[in-house]
Structures are given as C-alpha cells and as structure tokens.
C-alpha cells in the first residue's frame, strides 16, 4: 500500500472517530480488500465445513468495529490491529460454542514451527491457543499483541511494529520470546 493511501485511510479514520459519517463511506471501499485478507488469513485455519464465511467473518467483524464507540483512531495499524482482535474474538467464541456443544474433545499439539505457526490449531486447539495467549497477554501484553497481530492478523513484521509503535527488531525478539513461551504452555503436561 502506497503512503499516500495509508495517509487516506488515517485521516478518514481520524474524520470517522470525529463523527463524519460521510467518512466511513469512504473508508470501506479502501479497507475492504485488505479485511478479506485478513478474515481469509483466519478461515484457511478452520476446519472444513465451517459454515462461517470469509466474507461473513469481514461482515460480522465490520459491524463490531462501527459499533465501536469513542474510538481515537491513531493509523491504519491501529484499525486492523482491532479487526484482527475482533475477528480472533469471534472465531474463538464461535469454537467456544462448539466445543461446548459437543462437550469436549482431545486437544492437539501444536507446532511452534516458523512456516507453519499453529497451522493445525482448530475448533479445542483454538480454544487452547486462545487461553494461552490470554496467560501470556497478562504477563507480557506487548508479546500478546505481537502473535495476536502476527500469526492472528497476519500483519507483516513492519505493519506490526508500526501498529505497536515499536521497531522491527523489536517486534522479532518479542516474536521469538512468546512463541517458545505459547509453546511451552501449550505443551505443559
């Protein structure tokens, strides 16, 4: 994405968290593409037949953010750093549910591997991921928002520091730390 485009989306962000409805018109089109990327980042982690769609999880997750009350945009990092919460929000409590349909079910391990960072996480595995996340959120938040970012948003290295407004080499240290630290508690017996 061009600087000129990123600088377009912060300010209609900026106008939006103002109250300039006429913004948010504007706004969708231009971060439309880039949540579907993000929602199917998400989906390709799913089991098959999930009967949520990419383009339903975009949706669902859109109006979440626009309920959003009192929000002080800071950038375009900033926005989909809260949709991918937002969208990790609503397929864990999606798995919640199911989970608790079913009653139960044998959690997986899960590979810390860097290609494939919890690529077999699904449905109970995401459940365990999740509360993995929330335990290392409450000891470290910026390392909990790293991974979130990363692995849930897919955010690349540079997005992610510039939504935590940090650096790049600081991003892949903490990157590196939690990720032995998520596969550790994932792996406890």
Do not use: C
């Given at each position: ?15 939006w968290s103002n109250g ?74 999606r798995a919640r549910s ?92």
């Amino acid at each position: 994405m061009s600087i000129d485009a990123a600088h377009q989306i912060t300010q209609l962000l900026t106008d939006w968290s103002n109250g300039n409805q006429a913004a948010l018109a504007k706004l969708i089109p231009l971060v439309e593409k880039e949540l579907h990327r993000l929602a199917h980042h998400y989906m390709r982690r799913e089991k098959p037949g999930q009967t949520l769609q990419t383009t339903a999880l975009v949706h669902e997750a859109f109006l979440k953010l626009v309920d959003q009350k009192h929000v002080n945009w800071k950038n375009r990092g900033h926005f989909f750093a809260l949709s991918a919460q937002l969208m990790r929000r609503i397929l864990v409590d999606r798995a919640r549910s199911r989970k608790y349909a079913k009653r139960g079910g044998g959690a997986q391990q899960i590979s810390l591997d860097e290609t494939q960072l919890f690529s077999n996480a699904r449905g109970a595995d995401l459940i365990s991921l999740d509360e993995a996340l929330e335990r290392l959120s409450a000891i470290d938040e910026r390392k909990g928002k790293v991974v979130e970012l990363r692995f849930f948003g897919g955010l690349s290295v540079e997005e992610t520091a510039e939504a935590l407004g940090v650096s790049g080499v600081t991003v892949m240290r903490e990157w590196s730390m939690a990720k032995a630290w998520l596969y550790n508690a994932l792996n406890e017996t």
